[in-house]
C-alpha cells in the first residue's frame, strides 16, 4: 500500500458503511416473511362477538374473497388503524371480518360501540389459539384469503390508506 | 402565539449558525480579527435563540397545549408535571430540539474558556460547531419541527408512553446527550487542527479536558439508562444489547480510548494521527447513534416512531460531516510527523494495545449491531444478534484491556523493564489469584467466568493499591497530582463494575412463582410472604399493588410493594419493581399477571452485588471529575482570565 492510500483507509471504510445505511434505509426490519402465505389458511371455529350462540367457521367463507383483521382493545395500534377499516367497510370493496385476540368480549363490544363497527361478523380468540395458528405476534394483523382458503397476503401493522391502495387492493382485483 | 415564537427563534438561530459556520473559517484563513471575532458573538447569539425555542415548547408542555401536535403526542392532562416537562425528550422532534441546544450550550461554553488559544484556532473550532450546528437546525426545521399546529386542537393529548413515566427519564436522556454533543467539541478541536496544520502537544493539552467533561457525562447518562432498565423493565436485567444502547456504548468505548490516546500526545507527542482519527471517530459513532435511532433501521425494544425521510436526511448529514472529517484527514495526514519514539516495551506501547483493544471491542459491537442490516441488505435473509454474541465476544476482547490496565501505571515512558516489572507485580498476582480461585469456593459454586472475573477486578485494586504506595514512598498524599488519584478512582471503577457484574451474573437467584395471599417461600435464606393485592390508584393510572413481606432469621428486614400498572389513557400495562437495595445483594420483587381466583405470579429474585454496576460507572465519573479538577486546569484558567 502506498503511504498516501493508507491514510484513504478510514474514509473508504466509512464510505463502505454508509452504503450499506442507504440501502438499509429501505428495508423495513420488521417485515418477517410469513411462512404461511400461499398455504391454505387454517380452519377455526369459534364463538361470534355479540352473539352469545353463534358460530365463526372458517369452513363458511370458502368460495369468498376476504380480509381477517386481527385486533383487541387493548391495542393502541389498533385505535389508530380503526377508521380506516371502518371506511373501507363502508366503501364495499371487500368483506371484512374480524378475530378479536385475547380480549374480554364486554371490552371489545365497548370498542365497537365507541369507533364503530366495519366487521361483518367477528371471531372471539380470547385464550389467543387461533392466533398461534396464524402466526400472530403483534397486534393488529390483517390476512387476505383467497377463494380457495389460501392466505395471499399478511399485512403486519396497522392497514393504512397507503397499504390499502399499493397493496391489498391490487392483491384483491387480481385475485377476482 | 408561543410556539410560533419558538419557531421563529429557531430559524433565526439557523440564520446565526449559518454566519458561525461561514465567517469564522474565511476569518483564520485569511487572518482578519474581526470575522473570527463574529464567531464568538454570534454563537452565543444562537444559544440565547435556541433557549428561546426550548423554552416555549417546555412552555407548550407546562400548559397543556394541545394544539400543538407534538404535545398532543406525548403529553396529557393528567400526566404529572414533571413528566409533562421530561415528555420534551419523550419522543423525535423533542430530542432532536435537546440535541441543539445541548450543542448550543456547548458551544457556548467553548466560547467563554478558550481565550488562551491562538485566535485562528479558536475560530475554526467555533466555526466547525456551527456547521454541525446548521446540520441540526435545518433537519429540525424541515423534517422534524415541534411546533406543528394541530389544527382543531386535540381535546386532550395521548400520554407519554408509560415506560418513560420514571423519574430516571428525566435525566437520563439530557445526561447522555451531554456526553454525545460533548464529544464535538474534540471533534471539532480535531478538525480545526488538521486545517491549522497544528497537530501538536498543545492540541492534545487543549482537548484533554474538554473530552473528559464529556466521557464523565456520557458514563453517567449510560449507567443511568442501565439501571432504569434495572428496576423499570420488570425482569431484573440491567444490559440488553440492544441497538439503542449499543448506540451509546460504542461513543463510550471509543471515547475512553481517547482520553488514554490524548494522554500519550500531551505527554510524548506520539500518537498524534491515531488520537485525532479516534476524535473524529467518538463524534461519528455519536453521529451513527443518532441516525440508527432516528432512523428506524434497525428494530429495537426502544420503540420510536421512525420515518425514512429522516433517516435519509441524517444518513446526508452523516456522510457530509463523517466523509469530510475523513478526507481532511486524509490530506493532511500526511504532513503530520510521527512524534516521540519509544520502545516496545514501555508505557506508550501498552498505552497503544489497550486503544487498540478498545476500538475493536467498539468493532465488534457495531458489527453485531449492524450485521442483520449488512445481511438484509446483501439479500441474505433476516436474522437477529442477541446477547449470546455479545457475551462471547466481548469478555475475550477485554480481558487483555483489563489485565494492562494493572501493568501500564507501572509502566515508565519511552522504555520500561518488563521482566523487572513482573518481580514487583509478583505478590498482587499471586494474591489476587489465589483469592480469585479459592473465593467462589466459599460461595458455593466455581465457574471460570467468575474466577476470570474476580481475577481481573483484584488484579486492578492490588496494582492500583501497589502502585499508591510506592508513590506515597516518595511524595505526600497532598503533593500527589489530582490526575494521578483520578485515573486510581476510574480505574477502581472499573474494578467495581466488574465485581458487580461478575457477582450478579455468577449467583443471582430467579424464582417465577404462583402464590397466594399467606402463602411464604424460602429463597436464599431469605423468607419471602405474600401478602396480596390491593387496588390503588395515582395519577394517571389505576395499580394493583401487592405486599410482600420479607424476613431473615425470623426478624422482619423489608415490606416490598411491586405495582402491576394499567395507565389508563393508552391502556398499557406496566411492571414496577420494588427492590430492597443492599451493599451486598439487591431483592427485587415484581408482580405478574393474576393466576387463577386469588393467586398471583410474582418474580423473586436475589441479586448479589448488582449496585456495584452502577456504583463502579459513578466511581469512574469521579475519577474523571477529580482528574479534571487539576491544579494545571485550574492555573490555566487563572491565566485566561488575566488576560482578556
Request: aromatic share 12%; net charge positive; charged share 15%.
Amino acid at each position: 500500500m502506498k503511504p498516501t492510500l493508507k491514510y484513504l483507509l478510514p474514509l473508504a471504510v466509512f464510505m463502505a458503511l454508509a452504503g450499506f445505511l442507504a440501502v438499509g434505509l429501505h428495508l423495513n426490519p420488521r417485515e418477517l416473511p410469513s411462512p404461511l402465505i400461499d398455504k391454505p389458511a387454517p380452519a377455526f371455529s369459534l364463538p361470534k362477538l355479540g352473539e352469545a350462540s353463534g358460530k365463526f367457521s372458517s369452513e363458511d367463507m370458502k368460495g369468498k374473497i376476504w380480509l381477517l383483521n386481527v385486533w383487541a382493545s387493548w391495542c393502541s395500534a389498533c385505535r389508530e388503524e380503526h377508521p380506516v377499516l371502518v371506511e373501507l367497510a363502508k366503501s364495499g370493496q371487500v368483506e371484512l371480518y374480524g378475530l378479536d385476540y385475547k380480549d374480554t368480549d364486554a371490552d371489545g363490544l365497548a370498542w365497537l360501540k365507541e369507533g364503530g363497527n366495519p366487521y361483518r361478523a367477528i371471531a372471539v380468540d380470547a385464550d389467543g389459539r387461533v392466533g398461534i395458528d396464524y402466526g400472530v405476534y403483534g397486534v393488529p394483523e390483517t390476512y387476505l384469503i383467497d377463494k380457495a382458503g389460501i392466505i395471499r397476503y399478511k399485512q403486519i401493522g396497522p392497514v393504512t390508506r397507503e397499504v390499502w391502495n399499493e397493496k391489498l387492493l391490487p392483491l384483491i382485483k387480481g385475485l377476482r | 402565539m408561543i410556539p410560533e415564537l419558538g419557531h421563529l427563534a429557531l430559524i433565526l438561530a439557523l440564520l446565526l449558525a449559518l454566519v458561525q459556520g461561514v465567517f469564522p473559517f474565511i476569518g483564520a484563513a485569511r487572518g482578519v480579527p474581526m470575522w473570527m471575532q463574529l464567531g464568538l458573538s454570534v454563537a452565543r447569539g444562537q444559544f440565547v435563540f435556541v433557549s428561546i425555542a426550548f423554552c416555549s415548547l417546555s412552555y407548550a408542555f407546562y400548559a397543556n397545549d394541545f394544539s400543538v401536535l407534538y404535545v398532543a403526542e406525548h403529553s396529557n392532562s393528567a400526566l404529572p408535571l414533571q413528566y409533562r416537562l421530561a415528555a420534551l425528550w419523550g419522543g423525535h422532534e423533542g430530542s432532536m430540539l435537546l440535541w441543539a441546544s445541548i450543542l448550543a450550550l456547548w458551544t457556548v461554553g467553548v466560547t467563554l474558556f478558550s481565550r488562551h488559544l491562538p485566535a485562528e484556532f479558536r475560530a475554526r473550532i467555533i466555526g466547525t460547531m456551527g456547521l454541525i450546528s446548521i446540520g441540526f437546525l435545518l433537519f429540525i426545521l424541515l423534517a422534524s419541527d415541534p411546533f406543528e399546529r394541530l389544527i382543531p386542537a386535540a381535546m386532550d393529548g395521548r400520554d407519554l408512553n408509560p415506560l418513560l413515566q420514571d423519574p430516571g427519564m428525566v435525566f437520563h436522556p439530557p445526561v447522555l446527550y451531554m456526553g454525545y454533543v460533548g464529544f464535538s467539541v474534540a471533534f471539532a478541536f480535531a478538525i480545526a487542527a488538521l486545517l491549522g496544520g497544528q497537530l501538536d502537544r498543545t492540541w492534545a493539552r487543549w482537548t484533554r479536558p474538554w473530552t473528559t467533561v464529556a466521557w464523565v457525562f456520557l458514563t453517567v447518562g449510560i449507567a443511568f439508562g442501565s439501571k432504569w432498565a434495572y428496576y423499570e423493565l420488570g425482569w431484573g436485567g440491567w444490559w440488553f444489547w440492544d441497538a439503542v444502547e449499543n448506540a451509546s456504548f460504542m461513543p463510550w468505548l471509543v471515547g475512553t480510548a481517547l482520553i488514554h490516546s490524548l494522554a500519550v500526545t500531551e505527554k510524548r507527542d506520539a500518537f498524534k494521527l491515531w488520537t485525532v482519527l479516534l476524535a473524529i471517530f467518538a463524534f461519528s459513532l455519536s453521529l451513527l447513534g443518532t441516525f440508527l435511532v432516528r432512523s428506524g433501521v434497525l428494530t429495537s425494544v426502544h420503540a420510536f416512531a421512525t420515518d425514512p425521510r429522516r433517516g435519509l436526511f441524517i444518513l446526508v448529514f452523516l456522510g457530509l460531516v463523517i466523509g469530510g472529517a475523513l478526507t481532511l484527514f486524509a490530506l493532511r495526514a500526511p504532513r503530520v510527523g510521527l512524534g516521540g519514539k519509544f520502545d516496545l516495551q514501555s508505557r506508550e506501547s501498552m498505552l497503544l494495545a489497550n486503544n487498540v483493544i478498545l476500538v475493536a471491542a467498539a468493532g465488534s459491537v457495531m458489527l453485531g449491531t449492524l450485521y442483520p442490516l449488512f445481511l438484509d441488505a446483501l439479500g441474505m435473509g433476516k436474522i437477529s444478534v442477541g446477547p449470546p454474541y455479545f457475551d462471547t465476544v466481548f469478555v475475550p476482547i477485554m480481558t487483555p484491556a483489563l489485565f494492562l490496565m494493572g501493568l501500564a501505571i507501572f509502566a515508565r515512558w519511552k522504555k520500561t523493564d518488563l521482566p523487572a516489572l513482573a518481580l514487583r507485580l509478583k505478590w498482587a498476582l499471586g494474591v489476587s489469584a489465589a483469592t480469585a480461585l479459592l473465593l467462589p469456593l466459599v460461595l458455593g459454586k466455581w465457574t471460570p467466568m467468575i474466577a476470570l472475573g474476580l481475577l481481573l477486578a483484584l488484579w486492578i485494586v492490588a496494582t492500583a493499591a501497589i502502585n499508591l504506595r510506592e508513590r506515597l514512598r516518595q511524595q505526600s498524599f497532598t503533593s500527589l497530582s489530582r490526575a494521578y488519584l483520578g485515573m486510581l478512582l476510574a480505574h477502581l471503577g472499573v474494578a467495581v463494575f466488574i465485581t458487580g457484574v461478575t457477582l450478579v451474573k455468577g449467583y443471582e437467584i430467579e424464582r417465577d412463582l404462583s402464590m397466594k395471599p399467606g402463602d411464604t417461600t424460602q429463597i436464599g435464606g431469605y423468607v419471602f410472604r405474600f401478602e396480596g393485592v390491593s387496588d390503588t390508584a395515582g395519577p394517571n393510572y389505576q395499580a394493583a399493588r401487592g405486599v410482600v413481606r420479607i424476613s431473615r432469621d425470623n426478624k422482619e428486614i423489608a415490606i416490598l410493594s411491586p405495582e402491576k400498572r394499567l395507565y389508563t389513557v393508552q391502556n398499557m400495562p406496566m411492571t414496577e419493581a420494588a427492590i430492597d437495595a443492599g451493599l451486598l445483594r439487591d431483592l427485587y420483587v415484581s408482580l405478574g399477571e393474576p393466576v387463577g381466583k386469588d393467586a398471583w405470579a410474582l418474580r423473586i429474585y436475589i441479586k448479589p452485588f448488582a449496585h456495584w454496576i452502577w456504583a463502579g460507572c459513578m466511581l469512574m465519573a469521579l475519577g474523571g471529575l477529580l482528574a479534571l479538577s487539576d491544579r494545571r486546569y485550574r492555573r490555566e484558567r487563572a491565566a485566561a482570565e488575566a488576560t482578556p
